[in-house]
């Protein structure tokens, strides 16, 4: 059994930071880990994620590359994002995922991960 918690969400300015940590129990770390975010009446898109099963590779979206950071710490068991220069546009709800399926398609998808956290809000005000 999974169990992923997130924590470090909040409220920040432009152009500041925030590091958003995910505590897993269980055997999260088999085929890819990372992070999901989402707004009110969209769908969740993948962040940052990565793929363990492949080598540790790391992907981010578009919108956040040179801004955020994927990094684990194996010993405390947790997955933390840092994000630097934050934008309005990304105020979501950001989730913690892992996929222990090694379920097919991209591993950006949301699709293919079958354990989640609760979430941690982020907001970011201009």
């Known amino acids: 059994q999974v169990q992923l918690v997130e924590s470090g969400g909040g409220s920040v300015q432009a152009g500041g930071s925030l590091r958003l940590s995910c505590v897993a129990s269980?055997?999260?770390?088999?085929?890819?880990v990372g992070w999901f975010r989402q707004t009110l009446g969209k769908e969740r898109e993948g962040v940052a994620v990565m793929h363990i099963f492949g080598g540790g590779v790391q992907y981010y979206a578009d919108s956040v590359k040179g801004r955020f950071t994927l990094s684990q710490d194996s010993a405390k068991n947790t997955l933390y994002l840092e994000m630097n220069t934050l934008k309005p546009d990304d105020t979501a709800m950001y989730y913690c995922?892992?996929?222990?399926?090694?379920?097919?398609?991209?591993?950006?998808?949301?699709?293919?991960?079958?354990?989640w956290g609760q979430g941690t809000q982020v907001t970011v005000t201009s």
């Open positions: 995922a892992a996929d222990t399926r090694g379920r097919p398609g991209s591993v950006m998808s949301p699709r293919r991960y079958d354990n």
């Open positions: 269980g055997d999260a770390y088999k085929y890819s």
